[in-house]
Nanobody, 120 residues
Framework: QVQVVESGGGSVQPGGSLTLSCSVSGTVYSIYDMAWYRQSPGKEREWIATVSSGGTTNYADFVKGRFTISRNNRKSTAYLQINDLKPDDTAVYYC??????????????WGQGTQVTVSQ
């Protein structure tokens, strides 16, 4: 069973930093793109950033340099560092991994999400 699991969320004061992790477990041949999304209450899920298997990164316009995506292929893990956190960053953060396994040349799997709350 392939699983995607996020961790690292929590409650942080404005101006603080967090690093979220996204780990893939189970039998996969390859992990292609890994991406982070977030969803605030009452809003649609929005894309934040993507990192390819080769390390190429792409970011949403709103990121403005505060978010950094990276990955460690040996650990099958992607990270999202968020600096200068703002109350508007409060959301559930989700990871999506595009993968290949024995029977599927390409499929996506979402994690369950990790809550980030920014408040005084």
């Amino acid at each position: 069973q392939v699983q995607v699991v996020e961790s690292g969320g929590g409650s942080v004061q404005p101006g603080g930093s967090l690093t979220l992790s996204c780990s893939v477990s189970g039998t996969v041949y390859s992990i292609y793109d890994m991406a982070w999304y977030r969803q605030s209450p009452g809003k649609e899920r929005e894309w934040i950033a993507t990192v390819s298997s080769g390390g190429t990164t792409n970011y949403a316009d709103f990121v403005k340099g505060r978010f950094t995506i990276s990955r460690n292929n040996r650990k099958s893990t992607a990270y999202l560092q968020i600096n200068d956190l703002k109350p508007d960053d409060t959301a559930v953060y989700y990871c999506k991994a595009d993968m290949q396994d024995l029977t599927r040349p390409r499929f996506s799997r979402w994690g369950q999400g990790t809550q980030v709350t920014v408040s005084q």
